[in-house]
C-alpha cells in the first residue's frame, strides 16, 4: 500500500514515522528545511522507549513528481489546506482514499445536511477544497496525541495514540476495514467510528474554547480552567455550542463542566494554538472557532459568547500578524 503523507510536520510525521517504521511505502510532500531533512535523515520520531527512524519513499514539493497513493493523510495547517487541495490531484486516483488528519471541524463536515447547502466559508471559501477532493473519497479523523517538531524533520512524541477514523458518509465499508488496520500495523490505537462526525464534534466541542482562551491569555489548561469567571465563560460558549450539535445529529449528552473534569486532568498543558501564538504561525482559528459562529449563524442560533471569543482571538491574532487583516 502506498501511503504519502501531505504536510510532514508533528502529526503528520508521527503518523509517517510509525507507518514507515512497519514497513509501509510512506512518501510526504513536504517543503524548505523539511523536505531536505527528510531526504537526508529519512522520517524520525523521537519517543519515551527511544529514537525511530525510517525511510521514506519520496519527498518532494510537487505531488506529481509521487504518483497515485492508496492512502493520502492531510496533516497540514487549517490556513495552508486551500492552497494545498489545489495540487493534490495527482495522488488520487479512484480508489484513493483521502484522510485528513486535522484540528477543527473539515470543510465536508455539513454535507448532506439540508440547511448547509453551500460550503461552509470559514473553512472552504468558494467551495475550492470542495471541488480538489472528492467526497466520496473522504475518510474522517479526530487524533488524540500530542506531538510536536523539535527541530524540521525530527519529531517528538509527548503522549497519547489515539486515532478515531471513519467514512465520512458514516457507516462501515471495506476500505475502512484496511485503512484500521493499516494504521494498527504502525502501532495506533485504532478506533473504527461509524458516525465519525459525532467524534469529531466531541473533541471540538471541548478545543472551541481552551484553544482560543489559551492563545488569548497565555495561560495553561490549569489555570483557565482555575479561574472561576473563565471557566463559566467556558461553559456558557460550550453550552451554545451544545445546541448546534442538537440540530446537526451531533448531539452531547453531558455537561461543560463533566468535559471540564477530563480536560483537567491534562494539567498544565499547552494547547495547539497557544503553542502557534509563542513560535508566531498563523492561528487554526477559522477551523475551531469561526466555522461553528458560521454554523450558528445559518441555523439561526444566538451565540453571544462563541461570537465575542471569536472577535477577541481574531483581533488578538491580527495585532501579532497570525491570522489575515479583514478587507477593508
Given amino acids: 500500500m502506498k501511503v504519502c503523507i501531505v504536510g510532514a510536520g508533528a502529526i503528520g510525521g508521527w503518523i509517517g514515522t510509525r507507518l514507515a517504521a512497519a514497513g509501509i511505502e510512506v512518501s510526504a510532500i513536504a517543503r524548505g528545511a523539511t523536505r531536505a531533512s527528510l531526504q537526508e535523515h529519512g522520517w524520525r520520531l523521537q519517543t519515551a522507549e527511544g529514537p525511530i527512524q525510517a525511510p521514506v519513499a519520496g519527498v518532494s514539493e510537487h505531488a506529481e513528481d509521487l504518483g497515485i497513493q492508496d492512502l493520502v493523510v492531510i496533516a497540514v495547517k487549517g490556513p495552508a489546506l486551500t492552497t494545498v487541495a489545489a495540487g493534490l490531484k495527482p495522488l488520487l486516483g479512484e480508489q484513493t482514499t483521502v484522510l485528513p488528519a486535522m484540528n477543527g471541524v473539515p470543510w465536508w463536515f455539513c454535507r448532506g445536511l439540508a440547511e448547509f447547502g453551500e460550503p461552509l466559508q470559514s473553512v472552504d471559501a468558494g467551495g475550492v477544497i470542495n471541488t480538489a477532493i472528492p467526497f466520496e473519497q473522504v475518510m474522517g479523523c479526530v487524533v ?116 471540564h473534569a477530563i480536560t483537567a486532568k491534562l494539567g498544565a498543558f499547552k494547547t495547539s494554538m497557544l503553542q502557534d501564538v509563542e513560535a508566531h504561525r498563523q ?29 477577541l482571538s481574531r483581533l488578538m491574532a491580527r495585532e501579532r500578524g497570525l491570522y489575515p487583516d479583514a478587507p477593508i
Avoid at 183 to 191: A, N, P
Fill in 144 to 259: 488524540h496525541a500530542s506531538t510536536a517538531t523539535t527541530e524540521p524533520g525530527l519529531v517528538k512524541h509527548k503522549g497519547g495514540n489515539g486515532l478515531i477514523v471513519g467514512e465520512a458518509s458514516g457507516g462501515d465499508s471495506d476500505r475502512s476495514t484496511r485503512v484500521v488496520e493499516l494504521l494498527k500495523r504502525g502501532g495506533f490505537d485504532v478506533t473504527h467510528s461509524e458516525n465519525i462526525r459525532q467524534d469529531i464534534w466531541y473533541k471540538l466541542w471541548g478545543n472551541l474554547t481552551m484553544n482560543p482562551v489559551s492563545a488569548l491569555t497565555g495561560a495553561t489548561i490549569d489555570r483557565i480552567l482555575a479561574d472561576e469567571l473563565v471557566r463559566n465563560f467556558c461553559s456558557e460558549a460550550m453550552e451554545e455550542a451544545k445546541l448546534i450539535g442538537e440540530r446537526i445529529g451531533c448531539a452531547i449528552g453531558e455537561s461543560p463542566e463533566a468535559r
Fill in 283 to 311: 492561528l487554526e482559528l477559522d477551523a475551531i472557532v469561526g466555522v461553528v459562529f458560521e454554523m450558528g449563524n445559518r441555523l439561526g442560533i444566538p451565540l453571544p459568547n462563541i461570537g465575542a471569543l471569536l472577535g
